[in-house]
């Protein structure tokens, strides 16, 4: 059915574009742009005060499938992701078991198309069993449709089994993104070591475990001349790291949680575990660079790094509970309150770093822009809309999310992919 979008604010960083402005959508593609579009038979929303922008890419998700299918399923994921104004989603490849075949791509891909309300993309590990000892058949992957190769959750330890992946990624056209820990330096570490872990008594995480990974591996890249990406950068060493990486031209590119631009190690206070995770909530002072980072354009991207876990698994004493917070459906509010409408970024660098510059990074030629001829993925918000963060009404099947109760000022109204409302979920529900 087609679908006609009335009197949005559009906006596409990919063109420019934001303006007042009519969309039709057809056959899951945007086939007309203009001031005014008069559509016989089509669905007709009212935009009219609401934001029209490329569908959000939530670039980090875990979706837990297979086996582990009581944190998440594809199927929940994607609806959390929709709930989330997310149309679309690249998961994680740390299942179980981890996604280092072919086979496994294709299960997920297959599935998704079944029972997934966005579109999924696959990223699958980078060594087998995700041991870091031999690479996976990165060309079979890449042909199965993995879209991009981490071992997210740990650092390639071996520096040389990450130079060769580097290497390959480039004539496959594909991406590396690496987790930056040295786990040496982690330890048996539970949070960020400072004044706050000392404070606290919980065993510490130093920066130095992520830097030291994220200065290796930009080096890596430079001399393998590939693309890395670095995933969920969290201290303000490791920015400077990337920005002089970014200053020689090296193809480094970098995302940020919502998390860890908004809360910092002094939170944990609480020893709430649902705050438990990695790499962990920094300091004040790493949390102003993260910030500065974003407004100069040192990261690219805005990543959920949504980690599902069951009540039972974070219900335990602190050092115990597993890392990951639970962040699809509140990062684009938790973003547009403490980021947009507070000014310290505009709403078209927004939407560039959560939906064109991730489709670019990930290759995703047809996504991304408000285009004719585009996929019809669509994001709609309401900047004015009021929200209490409430764990009982996620769509994910876990609740693992710190900001329970908080009162943001921003919203995803309407999700929209492939030409179809994915969200509401009942869409006769007024925006
Ligand atoms: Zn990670």
Redesign the pocket.
Request: no cysteine; charged share 30%.
């Given at each position: 059915m087609k679908l006609l979008l009335k009197n949005g604010r559009v906006i596409d960083p990919s063109s420019g574009k934001d303006a007042k402005l009519d969309l039709l959508v057809d056959k899951g593609k945007i086939v007309d742009i203009k001031s005014r579009i008069v559509s016989k038979g089509a669905k007709v929303i009212d935009a009219s005060r609401l934001i029209v922008a490329p569908g959000f890419i939530d670039m980090h998700v875990h979706l837990r499938e297979p086996g582990q299918e009581d944190k998440e399923t594809i199927a929940t994921g994607a609806l959390a992701a929709a709930k989330g104004g997310f149309t679309s989603i690249a998961c994680m490849p740390n299942t179980d078991p981890v996604n280092d075949n072919r086979g496994l791509t294709e299960f997920i891909i297959s599935e998704a198309k079944k029972r997934a309300v966005v579109d999924v993309f696959p990223i699958a590990t980078i060594t087998r069993g995700q041991k870091g000892e031999e690479l996976t058949d990165m060309a079979d992957l890449v042909d199965a449709g993995a879209v991009a190769f981490s071992d997210?959750?740990q650092s390639v330890e071996n520096s040389q089994l990450m130079r060769r992946a580097l290497e390959y990624s480039k004539p496959l056209n594909t991406l590396i993104i690496e987790?930056c820990e040295d786990k040496n330096l982690s330890g048996d570490g539970v949070m960020h070591e400072g004044y706050y872990s000392y404070l606290y008594g919980l065993s510490g995480i130093p920066a130095s475990s992520e830097e030291t990974i994220v200065a290796r591996d930009t080096i890596l890249a430079q001399e393998a001349k590939a693309n890395i990406h670095i995933?969920?950068l969290s201290s303000k060493g490791a920015v400077e790291i990337v920005k002089k990486a970014k200053k020689k031209k090296i193809k480094v590119t970098a995302e940020v949680t919502p998390h860890h631009l908004i809360l910092t190690d002094s939170h944990l206070k609480s020893y709430d575990t649902s705050l438990k995770v990695?790499p962990p909530l920094r300091s004040e002072e790493d949390v102003r660079a993260l910030i500065q980072a974003v407004k100069e354009g040192v990261v690219d991207v805005f990543a959920s790094?949504h980690a599902p876990h069951t009540p039972d698994e974070k219900d335990v004493e602190f050092n115990k509970a597993p890392f990951g917070i639970n962040g699809i459906e509140t990062a684009v509010s938790l973003l547009l309150d403490k980021l947009v409408n507070k000014n310290v970024i505009s709403l078209k660098k927004f939407i560039r770093m959560i939906s064109t510059t991730p489709a670019l990074i990930l290759g995703l030629e047809n996504k991304g822009k408000i285009c004719v001829g585009a996929d019809a993925d669509l994001t709609i918000l309401n900047l004015n809309k009021e929200i209490v963060v409430d764990v009982n009404t996620f769509k994910s099947k876990s609740r693992n999310n710190p900001f329970q109760g908080w009162k943001l000022k921003g919203a995803p109204v309407m999700t929209i992919v492939g030409g179809k409302i994915v969200y509401p979920f009942s869409s006769s529900k007024s925006l």
């Open positions: 997210d959750g987790h995933a969920h990695s790094d």
